[in-house]
């Protein structure tokens, strides 16, 4: 399997990668009962399954898609106003509940072959688009102190060997 292209998380200055694919439960939600193919992107890349790539921003504690990089099945351009019409420039995410995995610094080990561990890690947890609470995990000292590799809770790894 090819390494995933990730989605984008501004926060202030930072900018981090996300393990989470927060616009597939938007879209989940409007999918047509009778769909063949959805969500109606095209395929552009072996490195992007999901057919988008979403760019975010954490203003205020609220998570807002600002940006969509997508082509439609016709081979348009995705925009954020074609998506959610009447808002061009942002959307708040308020569909988004639950937990939301980023990643900042390079590459330090695998998980196992397919899930790589980064240097910082963060869990941020959301109800409808509002952050209520945020973990950093400093992934890279952990492995310095022998800690156990697995560090997220995204269903495959383990934060700190199940005692997060």
């Known amino acids: 399997m090819t390494m995933q292209c990730k989605d984008r998380l501004q926060i202030g200055t930072r900018q981090l990668g996300c393990m989470s694919q927060t616009l597939d439960l938007y879209l989940d939600l409007i999918e047509p009962p009778d769909a063949e193919r959805w969500p109606p992107f095209r395929r552009r890349k072996t490195t992007l399954m999901r057919n988008y790539l979403g760019s975010w921003e954490l203003l205020d504690q609220q998570l807002y898609l600002v ?13 954020l106003d074609s998506l959610f019409p009447g808002y061009p420039e942002r959307v708040f995410a308020h569909w988004f509940s639950g937990p939301l995995y980023c990643f900042e610094g390079d590459i330090i080990g695998l998980h196992n072959k397919y899930e790589h561990m980064y240097e910082k890690e963060f869990i941020l947890t959301l109800c409808r688009g509002k952050v209520t609470a945020a973990e950093t995990i400093n992934t890279a000292e952990l492995v310095r102190q022998g800690e156990p590799s697995g560090t997220h809770k995204n269903g495959v790894g383990k934060l700190l060997g199940g005692r997060g």
């Open 67 to 79: 940006g969509i990089d997508a082509e439609y099945l016709d081979g348009t351009t995705v925009t």
